[in-house]
């Protein structure tokens, strides 16, 4: 079945630096890749995610770039800001997994002030 | 409903009693998804419903643990004889089929779980 691994398990940024988080994935079906971020006590919530006819999608301060040859995607967070603290989940839809989804093992960022 | 509905948001039990948590997910979605988290963890799967069937029942972590679909309503997670590892918030999710299609999975609040 699919593997997703998540890169750093944590990460301490400046505020206004900016912040990239890596995943890589297993199963080359893989065709869908959502990033989920959760505050403390919260649910997870979507913040962007990309579909693998497109290599890059953008939405503000966020983009998600995908490389399927290499099999790996990232989340990248520019001018972060203290309300950006948080765990990101990322993770990988196969259409034969009977699981649907499977998630990476989250990155806790910290922005410093 | 607006968005995925858990219940209890809150539950305190003794060791060996049994729970029952209800998920209530967004009219139309015919996915519903289980997943357990512990304190400081990742989102462990227990399992994955499209209508009342189950392709993948391997995530559930013991026998101790069922789980039943109405339809494509209401899912019921049930933990008898609970543990102190039970002690986890337990998330529910919803979707339409086929992820890739333009689909996205949604969150309920959680029931957090306390076993003493």
């Known amino acids: 079945g699919e593997n997703v691994e998540q890169h750093p398990s944590t990460l301490s940024v400046q505020e206004g630096d900016s912040a990239v988080i890596k995943c890589t994935y297993s199963d080359s079906a893989s065709n869908y890749f959502p990033w989920y971020k959760q505050e403390l006590g919260k649910r997870p919530q979507l913040i962007i995610d990309?579909?693998?006819?497109?290599g890059e999608k953008k939405d503000q301060r966020i983009a998600v770039t995908l490389n399927k040859t290499a099999k790996h995607f990232s989340l990248h967070i520019t001018e972060t800001q203290p309300e950006d603290s948080a765990v990101y989940f990322c993770?990988?839809?196969?259409?034969?997994?009977?699981?649907?989804?499977?998630f990476g093992s989250g990155t806790q960022l910290t922005v410093l002030p | 409903g607006a968005g995925v509905s858990q219940s209890p948001s809150n539950k305190v039990t003794e060791k060996g009693k049994d729970v029952e948590l209800r998920c209530d997910p967004i009219?139309?979605?015919?996915?519903l998804y289980w997943y357990r988290q512990r304190l400081g963890q990742g989102l462990e799967f227990l399992i994955y419903?499209?209508?009342?069937?189950?392709?993948?029942k391997s995530g559930l972590p013991s026998d101790r643990f069922s789980a039943e679909r109405t339809g494509e309503s209401v899912s019921t997670l049930t933990i008898q004889r609970t543990q102190q590892e039970d002690s986890a918030v337990y998330l529910c999710?919803?979707?339409?089929?086929?992820?890739?299609?333009?689909?996205?999975?949604?969150f309920g609040e959680g029931s957090w779980l306390t076993v003493v």
């Open positions: 009219s139309g979605h015919t996915a």
């Open positions: 993770a990988a839809s196969s259409p034969g997994s009977a699981r649907q989804l499977t």
């Open positions: 990309i579909r693998s006819n497109v």
């Open positions: 999710a919803s979707s339409r089929p086929r992820l890739a299609s333009g689909n996205t999975i949604y």
């Open positions: 419903f499209q209508g009342n069937s189950a392709p993948d």
